[in-house]
């Protein structure tokens, strides 16, 4: 590493002698122009690096504790779903249970219309005008 840190400062002061030649010559026409030596242009796109090393870290490291936060929330709603759902499920038994009560007591209710009905035809009737009300009420 001592090596090749060696051939970098020599490289590095080639560049200065040039840029100092280029200066001097270049002064005398009036243009300055900066010159980033190659060895600047690789610390800069380190420095880059560096940074966006830096900042995907960070993005890794917040998406990694809202992964977290979103997997404590989901477990969190699953457990209050488990008490939620097994009322559902008594409620609905409940529900065709009086279904079941309320069909029963619908026939039942059929049954004896039509044996009111049947004792009505089969009676003698006193007056044509009661039959009919008492049709009439049984019907409603």
Known sequence: MGRRRDQLEILLAKKDEQVRIFFYLSRGSGVYMLIISDYIKIEILESRIQAYTTRVSQLQTRLLSTLDALDQVKSL???ELVPVE????LLKAQLHQYLAVVKAAEAER???RDAVLKLVEKGE?????KNISLISILNS
């Open 125 to 129: 009737p006193k007056s044509a005008l």
């Open 77 to 79: 709603q699953e457990q």
């Open 86 to 89: 097994h009322e559902n499920a």
């Open 110 to 112: 059929d049954d004896m």
